[in-house]
């Protein structure tokens, strides 16, 4: 009997484990650096107790909230699979419609999509938009260095290029590398 039971505890933890790993690797191949902004904040309600219409109305609101996650998630990654395309224009509305404006990472891919088309005003007013949201989003600092570059002020360039480098707190990170590579080769075209 002792044997059997083994058999029956190994064969659960093999079943947890493989379940386990077929959940995370979808999570893991997502692709997107960093995720966007945190899911919406489920409303508030005085009576939880379970079995009680206030309990299930907030969990169909939990729902409802994930739901509106989910969908939130999947337009955020559409829209920027349209940007690494290059079809910035259709990032653009891909990006607005999603009803996200003051998303620091929103913001910041629709300022992007905005310099890449050469609309340099209303890259300005996206790539402001973004810190706003979040003065300390490392790749807005690193595009908003770019779009200096663009606009023939090395100078300016560099002070975002150290203020990436604050934010990383090392010359090793992927926004800091990028940007002093634009620096050095002086292209004016990013």
Not at 77 to 85: E, G, N, P, Q, S
Not at 172 to 187: F, H, M, P, R
Request: proline share 6%.
């Amino acid at each position: 009997m002792p044997l059997r039971n083994a058999f029956r505890v190994e064969s659960l933890i093999a079943a947890a484990l493989f379940g386990l790993s077929v959940s995370i690797v979808p999570a893991l191949a997502a692709g997107d650096p960093e995720p966007p902004a945190a899911p919406p904040p489920a409303p508030k309600s005085d009576a939880t107790t379970p079995g009680n219409k206030a309990s299930q109305k907030k969990k169909k609101t939990d729902h409802q909230s994930q739901q509106e996650y989910q969908e939130y998630i999947d337009g955020y990654k559409a829209a920027r699979a349209l940007v690494l395309d290059g079809k910035y224009e259709e990032a653009i509305r891909a990006f607005r419609a999603l009803g996200h404006d003051d998303s620091a990472e929103v913001a910041n891919y629709v300022g992007y999509a905005y310099r890449k088309i050469g609309d340099y005003d209303l890259s300005k007013v996206w790539y402001d938009r973004a810190l706003a949201a979040d003065p300390d989003h490392v790749r807005t600092w690193e595009y908003y260095g770019l779009w200096h570059l663009e606009q023939g002020n090395k100078l300016k360039a560099q002070d975002f290029l150290d203020k990436v480098h604050v934010l990383c707190g090392n010359t090793s990170c992927q926004e800091y590398i990028d940007l002093k590579a634009a620096i050095d080769e002086g292209k004016n075209s990013y």
